[in-house]
């Protein structure tokens, strides 16, 4: 048997784990200020949902994947992100009937076969917003503003983020745009990579995301979808920007920002660092993706949101110097001096916990110094001490662990002094 974890996954330790859940934490609280609830998907899906909504195009359909035939020979795909499960789950519950708006919140893993590297994992975690039902540009504004503050609330400073706009038309513009983006491609064939040249059939407007150099020299001369919007999406995307601009949200126009889905119309964004991140710069990203709904089979729902990497912000984090809030893992540690006091001391624990306190017990039979030494690594600042002559005469010893100084106690108030004595300790 391989005793490792398969290639581009990793174990998430309660280092990592607690850092998640912080990240979940934080997310919770910001996303309940703009009124979004949570919702959990499966974490598969009949394939069809993603080759539907996505595109078969798509670097994610075409090739990146976990898709496998179930023992009922039906084709399931683990999802690699979360809107268009989101969106097939609003439609068969109806959140969205007769005009409804649903918002809603996703925290979770998403699978894509991809090559790993540092911010590239095959099983990464996501955290993501769906503001469904709101065709207005205040609803772009509001979910590019959550995405934004998410990060600022974290810590990440926000002269270390750049917030990249764009809006990619709709179905009334974009089709000319790809049709001339295609033939541009095809008077620049030479100078392209292959897969951008074999793009021009395929998926034209991902040319301008390829890495290569000569490519990107070529795409930076190629006509660009700003300055080809249709009436409507360009008013659309000049409210978005105003309402952008009304509340000192920084972002930077980047017309080629095109992002790698079929269903985005409209407007995408994406927020980038450069510190800690080599080439996967991206943090989190999102957009607009109005006929998602109809490809399903659903009437006309317009709709955008975000999702966030939990990867790549940690790495963010990590270079910003933002340390993630450690609990301890005891705030007071009961010690046992030997094992006659052995049932007092549990007891002592659990009265401990009873009462909201952190409270550790050796489990292990060690001496008093390694106990103590344990109480160190978990962090406790409160030792209390029970032996067999204290608790004769009805007491035990409470140990300060920073100073040192150590006092009795009444056995039978010692829950309520432990208590004070935490609550002294905080407030130096
Ligand atoms: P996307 O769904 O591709 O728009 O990605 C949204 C965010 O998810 C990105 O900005 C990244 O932070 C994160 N992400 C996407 N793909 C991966 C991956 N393979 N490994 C780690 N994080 C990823």
Redesign the pocket.
């Known amino acids: 048997m391989n005793a490792r974890a398969p290639k ?1 996954t990793s174990d998430m330790l309660p280092d990592v784990a607690r850092a998640w859940e912080h990240l979940q934490r934080v997310a919770q609280e910001l996303f309940a200020l703009y009124g979004y609830e949570p919702v959990y998907t499966p974490l598969f899906e009949h394939t069809d949902v993603f080759t539907r909504g996505i595109g078969e195009a798509t670097d ?1 359909v075409s090739k ?1 994947m976990y898709t496998f035939e179930d023992k009922g020979g039906r084709s399931i795909t683990l999802r ?4 268009a499960s989101v969106v097939r789950a609003s439609l068969e519950h109806n959140l969205t009937a007769n005009g409804a708006q649903a918002k809603l919140y996703y925290a979770g893993p ?1 699978f ?1 076969y ?1 090559r ?1 590297q540092k ?4 099983q ?3 955290i ?1 917003i769906e503001c469904l039902g709101a065709p207005e540009p205040t609803a772009d504004a509001e979910v590019i503003t959550v995405l934004w503050r998410y990060f600022e609330s974290l810590g990440i400073p926000s002269t270390n983020m750049r917030l990249l706009l764009n809006s990619m038309g709709d179905e009334a513009c974009r089709p000319a745009y790809r049709d001339t983006i295609a033939s541009f491609i095809r008077g620049h064939a030479a100078d392209l990579c292959d897969e951008c040249s074999r793009r021009a059939d395929t998926n034209p407007l991902r040319a301008f995301d390829c890495k290569d150099p000569a490519c990107r020299e070529v795409m930076a001369g190629a006509p660009l979808l700003r300055d080809e919007l249709c009436e409507e999406c360009a008013t659309h995307y000049a409210a978005v920007k105003a309402h952008l601009d009304a509340l000192d949200i920084p972002y930077i126009e980047d017309s080629t920002l095109v ?3 079929d269903y985005y119309t409209r407007t995408v964004f ?2 980038q660092v450069d510190a800690g991140l080599g080439s ?1 710069n ?5 957009g607009r993706y109005d006929r998602l709904m109809q490809e399903y089979g659903g009437p006309a729902t317009p709709g955008l949101g ?8 940690l790495l963010a984090l990590e270079a910003a110097g933002v340390q993630i809030p450690a609990v301890p893992r005891a705030e007071v540690f009961v010690a046992r001096v030997d094992d006659s006091v052995t049932a007092e001391v549990f007891a002592l624990s659990q009265r401990l916990r009873d009462a909201g306190v952190a409270a550790e017990l050796d489990h292990q039979a060690r001496s008093l110094k390694s106990q103590f030494k344990q109480a160190d690594r978990l962090g406790a600042r409160l030792v209390v001490i029970v032996g067999p002559e204290e608790l004769a005469a009805g007491e035990v010893t409470l140990r300060d662990m920073s100073t040192k100084e150590e006092k009795r106690l009444a056995l039978d108030s010692a829950t309520a002094d432990v208590i004070a004595a935490l609550g002294e300790e905080g407030t130096d």
């Open positions: 581009g994610i990146e690699p992100e979360g809107t998403m894509r991809e790993p911010g590239r994992m095959r990464f975690w996501q993501g992002r790698g889905l994406e927020v996967q991206a943090i989190g990203g999102g975000f999702a966030l990497g939990f990867e790549r912000t």
